[in-house]
C-alpha cells in the first residue's frame, strides 16, 4: 500500500518547517508528501526547495495564486499529482508525533475512512515546538485535549470506534483510500472561505456507503496555537452543506475530476 501525506499550508513558514521535521522524525515514512499550498509568498517556497534535497521521501510543492481561502481546490489539485493507494491529511499547524504514519497505516482498511484527533497547544508551547523542537506530552503544560497525548497500539484496537456522522469533523487529522477520494469527487470547490467543507465530503463519503472510523490513542498530532479563521463566508457555506445532507448527495459537481483530466 503505498501511501501519500498531504500537508495544506498558507503563509505561515514557519509552522511549516516544524510540521517537514515532524516527518522526517517518523517511525515509518509516507511514500510521498504533497504540499497543498493555497497561494504563500516566496519564502515557502523558498523553505520547501531547502528541504527537498535532503528529505527522506519525494518532497512535491503543490501550488495555486492566492485568491482568497480556497483550500478545497488547494487540496485536490495537490491530491491529483498522486497515485498513492492510500491519503493521509494533515493541516500546516499540525506536528506529528513520531508513530502518526505508522498508526493511521494500521488503522486502513476497506470501506472506511480515518477521523484523528488532535492535542491543542496554547501559544507559548506552540513557539516551543516551532523553535526550540519540544515534542509535548501527557503531562506538558499549555495543551488541551492532553489525553490525546496517548499513543498505545492496544488502547487504540480497544478504543476506536465507528462513528458515521460528522460530530468532530477535522479535516486536519483525516485518512481515506484515494479512490474512495475520487468516487465522492473530491472536495467541493464551492466552499469558498473557511468552515463545512470537511463535514460536507464526511457527509459524501457516508452518503457512498463508506464507514468513519475515530481513531482513538493513535495518530497523535499537535495542532499549533493561531487566530481563528474568519467565519464571514459561514452562512453561505451551511446552505451548501445543508443542501449536501438533504439531497444524500454522494458527488460534488466541482471537484477533483477537473485536475485529473489535467493530468490524462
Same mark, same amino acid.
Not at 492566492?66 to 493541516?91: T, V
Not at 495543551?143 to 478504543?159: D, V
Not at 470506534?161 to 484515494?178: L, P, Q
Given at each position: 500500500?503505498?501511501?501519500?501525506? !498531504?500537508?495544506?499550508?498558507?503563509?505561515?513558514?514557519?509552522?511549516?518547517?516544524?510540521?517537514?521535521?515532524?516527518?522526517?522524525?517518523?517511525?515509518?515514512?509516507?511514500?510521498?508528501?504533497?504540499?497543498?499550498?493555497?497561494?504563500?509568498?516566496?519564502?515557502?517556497?523558498?523553505?520547501?526547495?531547502?528541504?527537498?534535497?535532503?528529505?527522506?521521501?519525494?518532497?512535491?510543492?503543490?501550488?495555486?495564486?492566492?485568491?482568497?481561502?480556497?483550500?478545497?481546490?488547494?487540496?485536490? $489539485?495537490?491530491?491529483?499529482?498522486?497515485?498513492?493507494?492510500?491519503?493521509?491529511?494533515?493541516?500546516?499547524? !499540525?506536528?506529528?508525533?513520531?508513530?502518526?504514519?505508522?498508526?493511521?497505516?494500521?488503522?486502513?482498511?476497506?470501506?472506511?475512512?480515518?477521523?484523528?484527533? #488532535?492535542?491543542?497547544?496554547?501559544?507559548?508551547?506552540?513557539?516551543?515546538?516551532?523553535?526550540?523542537?519540544?515534542?509535548?506530552? *501527557?503531562?506538558?503544560?499549555? !495543551?488541551?485535549?492532553?489525553?490525546?497525548?496517548?499513543?498505545? #497500539?492496544? *488502547?487504540?484496537?480497544?478504543?476506536?470506534?465507528?462513528?458515521?456522522?460528522?460530530?468532530?469533523?477535522?479535516?486536519?487529522?483525516?485518512?481515506?483510500?484515494?479512490?474512495?477520494?475520487?468516487?465522492?469527487?473530491?472536495?467541493?470547490?464551492?466552499?469558498?472561505?473557511?468552515?463545512?467543507?470537511?463535514?460536507?465530503?464526511?457527509?459524501?463519503?457516508?452518503?457512498?456507503?463508506?464507514? $468513519?472510523?475515530?481513531?482513538?490513542?493513535?495518530?497523535?498530532?499537535?495542532?499549533?496555537?493561531?487566530?481563528?479563521?474568519?467565519?464571514?463566508?459561514?452562512?453561505?457555506?451551511?446552505?451548501? *452543506?445543508?443542501?449536501?445532507?438533504?439531497?444524500? *448527495?454522494? $458527488?460534488?459537481?466541482?471537484?477533483?475530476?477537473?485536475?485529473?483530466?489535467?493530468?490524462?
Amino acid at each position: 500500500m503505498k501511501v501519500a501525506l !498531504i500537508i495544506t499550508t498558507y503563509n505561515w513558514k514557519e509552522a511549516l518547517q516544524a510540521v517537514l521535521d515532524s516527518v522526517k522524525r517518523q517511525s515509518e515514512l509516507p511514500d510521498e508528501v504533497i504540499i497543498a499550498d493555497d497561494g504563500s509568498r516566496e519564502d515557502t517556497a523558498e523553505l520547501i526547495q531547502s528541504y527537498q534535497a535532503q528529505f527522506p521521501c519525494p518532497l512535491i510543492h503543490s501550488w495555486q495564486p492566492d485568491d482568497g481561502f480556497q483550500l478545497a481546490m488547494s487540496r485536490n $489539485r495537490a491530491m491529483a499529482q498522486s497515485q498513492a493507494d492510500y491519503i493521509i491529511m494533515i493541516d500546516g499547524d !499540525i506536528v506529528m508525533s513520531p508513530d502518526f504514519i505508522r498508526s493511521h497505516k494500521r488503522a486502513a482498511k476497506a470501506g472506511y475512512f480515518v477521523q484523528g484527533g #488532535r492535542v491543542l497547544a496554547n501559544d507559548a508551547i506552540s513557539q516551543q515546538i516551532m523553535h526550540q523542537h519540544v515534542v509535548p506530552n *501527557l503531562f506538558s503544560p499549555g !495543551i488541551k485535549n492532553r489525553h490525546n497525548c496517548i499513543s498505545s #497500539r492496544w *488502547l487504540s484496537k480497544l478504543c476506536s470506534y465507528e462513528r458515521n456522522n460528522d460530530a468532530s469533523t477535522r479535516g486536519c487529522n483525516m485518512a481515506f483510500w484515494r479512490a474512495d477520494l475520487i468516487e465522492v469527487n473530491g472536495f467541493n470547490e464551492d466552499f469558498v472561505g473557511w468552515g463545512r467543507e470537511d463535514s460536507e465530503f464526511v457527509h459524501r463519503m457516508l452518503n457512498c456507503g463508506k464507514k $468513519r472510523l475515530y481513531l482513538k490513542f493513535a495518530g497523535v498530532g499537535y495542532h499549533l496555537y493561531h487566530d481563528e479563521s474568519s467565519r464571514a463566508s459561514l452562512a453561505k457555506n451551511d446552505e451548501i *452543506l445543508e443542501n449536501t445532507v438533504r439531497q444524500k *448527495l454522494t $458527488r460534488c459537481e466541482n471537484g477533483i475530476d477537473k485536475f485529473l483530466d489535467e493530468k490524462s
